[in-house]
């Protein structure tokens, strides 16, 4: 079943989004050469505790950090640790949430770590972040789930890839519903599988957390011995965007960001709902 918010709840949902986006900033400038991922970690948990809201991450499945640091070739759950330093030309995907009175928030960004980054790698982040706003704006009332898979699927496969070959859409992963939980139904694919059929159509107060995964090779991924990390099978890069989205009456709202999508959607000629915290 698909847990459908009221204005109220967005609103809630929103309160959540804004802290996940103050822990974006946080960890976006912590990201630095010489930096440990578990640095990272803990300029998040400072973040929660300054807001008074609660890691969605730590516990979670017995997830033993409070957000995830994926660097290079791990593309989702990686670990913070004292032991992973980050150095001059890595990259890292960084997922964090946050739950307010109960309401869950849920996103995550690409960083460069320091400078000299080849242009593959950047090309890459871009595609990714771009799908997921592609993604976004096919959010509409009337739209069902499918067209949002669609239009991520259909912006990755149009973009010429560094080298030649395709982009890896990752495929044992993907978006989700959320709310009164980080992970609910319905399950989105960031590609279209025809046996899954259209999906729930888009109404009032469905919430998603789109986030595509695209590498510089496969689509496959392995999980190593901690039973959390998740790596390519052939060891590229890979990058990681999500932001949580409700749908309201007057349109998308992006809860996780800053501007609550405006700028972005702007691009697509899309108006995003009026911000219920502004």
């Known amino acids: 079943m698909v847990q459908i918010k009221t204005p ?143 239009a991520i699927e259909t912006y990755i496969r149009r973009q010429p890839k560094p080298g030649g070959g395709r982009y890896g859409i990752i495929e044992d992963y993907g978006g989700h519903g959320i709310g009164t939980e980080m992970h609910m139904d319905p399950h989105l694919l960031n590609y279209v599988e025809r046996r899954r059929g259209k999906g729930p159509k888009l109404v009032p107060g469905f919430c998603l957390a789109i986030e595509p995964m695209v590498s510089l090779g496969t689509p496959k991924t392995e999980v190593l011995s901690d039973d959390w990390t998740v790596i390519t099978t052939d060891g590229t890069w890979s990058s990681h965007w999500e932001h949580s989205v409700a749908l309201t009456e007057q349109g998308p709202l992006v809860l996780t960001a800053p501007d609550a999508g405006k700028a972005k959607l702007a691009e697509y000629g899309i108006t995003v709902a009026p911000d219920p915290l502004a």
């Open 8 to 150: 109220e709840q967005i609103a809630k949902m929103r309160e959540a989004g804004l802290v996940v986006a103050a822990v974006h900033a946080a960890t976006r400038e912590a990201a630095v050469p010489g930096a440990t991922t578990k640095d990272l970690d803990e300029a998040a948990r400072k973040v929660l505790a300054e807001h008074g809201a609660k890691s969605n991450f730590l516990g979670y499945g017995g997830f033993p950090a409070t957000i995830c640091t994926s660097v290079n070739e791990v593309v989702v759950h990686g670990i913070p640790s004292d032991e992973v330093v980050l150095k001059d030309g890595d990259i890292i995907s960084i997922d964090a949430g946050a739950i307010v009175d109960g309401w869950h928030g849920d996103a995550a960004f690409t960083a460069f770590v320091g400078s000299g980054h080849a242009p593959e790698l950047v090309e890459l982040s871009r595609v990714t972040e771009e799908s997921m706003w592609a993604g976004i704006a096919a959010m509409k009332l009337g739209n069902r789930l499918v067209d949002v898979s669609r």
